[in-house]
């Protein structure tokens, strides 16, 4: 049977390529309902969230060598120019759903 709740978290790994070396991130992601998800977004775009907030807002947990806080997620930014985007964007890919083959 097709289960249509999606769990709370979610797993996913993603490739970042930068400073010459490609990395593995595993994150564990928030699950948001499509009108969270929307209004996260929408108070993004509007300004009223930053990127490192919405960041703090999607992820969970993950394996980098600072802590997820607001100022782990600054010094990566600092550091991994990009990041934050990529993992916002890392979270829109891993949970809209596609049909995969047939």
Do not use: C
């Not at 309902?33 to 969970?60: C, H, I, M, N, R």
């Amino acid at each position: 049977m097709f289960t249509v709740q999606a769990p709370d978290t979610f797993k996913a790994v993603l490739t970042i390529v930068g400073h010459g070396r490609e990395q593995k991130l595993n994150l564990t992601y928030r699950h948001f309902d499509a009108d969270g998800y929307q209004a996260l977004f929408k108070s993004l775009a509007a300004g009223e969230k930053t990127p490192a907030d919405a960041l703090l807002e999607l992820v969970a947990e993950w394996d980098a060598d600072v802590p997820l806080d607001a100022n782990g997620v600054r010094f990566a930014e600092q550091q991994q120019i990009g990041l934050v985007v990529a993992i916002i964007q890392g979270y829109h890919d891993s949970i809209a759903v596609a049909r995969k083959g047939n």
